[in-house]
C-alpha cells in the first residue's frame, strides 16, 4: 500500500506543511529568525557537498542560500521604517549581505571552502544579534 517513496513523499509533504504554517504564524522577527536559519542550512548542505565533490549539488546549495539572502535577508531591510538613526545601519547591513554573497560566488566558482566559511561566520554574526532581539525585547 504504501512504498518507501510514499513515505518520503508524504513526509516531505507533512514537512513543507510544517515549514508553511511556521511562517505563516510567525512574527516579522521570527520570519527573519527562519531565513537566516534557512540561508545557514543552504551553506551547510554546500559545505557537505563540496567535501564530497559534488559540484552541482554545491552549486545549488549556494544558489539557494544567496536567494534567501538577497530576496529575504536584504529586501526586508526597510531605511524608511529604520528612520533616520536606523538608515545607516540598512545601508550597512545591505553592504554585509552583498560581501556575502559576493564570498558565495567565489565559494562555489573557486570551490574555495575559506569564503564559504567567512559567509557563513558573517552571517552567524548577523543571525545571532538579531535573535539577541528577541531576548532583549520579548515579544516583539
Known amino acids: 500500500m504504501y512504498t518507501p517513496h510514499t513515505y518520503r513523499t508524504g513526509a516531505s509533504a507533512y514537512a513543507q506543511v510544517g515549514v508553511e504554517t511556521g511562517a505563516m504564524s510567525a512574527s516579522p522577527h521570527q520570519l ?15 559545505r557537505h557537498h563540496m567535501a564530497r ?26 531605511a524608511k521604517a529604520a528612520g533616520a538613526g536606523g538608515a545607516e545601519l540598512v545601508g550597512n547591513l545591505a553592504a554585509l549581505y ?32 538579531w535573535r539577541e532581539i528577541d531576548v532583549v525585547r520579548p515579544g516583539h
Open 32 to 46: 527573519i529568525c527562519l531565513l537566516f536559519d534557512g540561508a545557514k542550512t543552504a551553506l551547510a548542505m554546500a
Open 98 to 129: 552583498d560581501y556575502i554573497n559576493q564570498r558565495l560566488l567565489r565559494a562555489n566558482l573557486r570551490n574555495d571552502a575559506g569564503a564559504l566559511d567567512e559567509a557563513d561566520r558573517l552571517l552567524e554574526n548577523v543571525a545571532s544579534a
Open 53 to 78: 565533490g559534488d559540484v552541482p549539488a554545491k552549486g545549488k546549495a549556494i544558489s539557494h542560500a544567496i536567494s534567501i539572502i538577497d530576496g529575504g535577508l536584504k529586501a526586508s531591510l526597510d
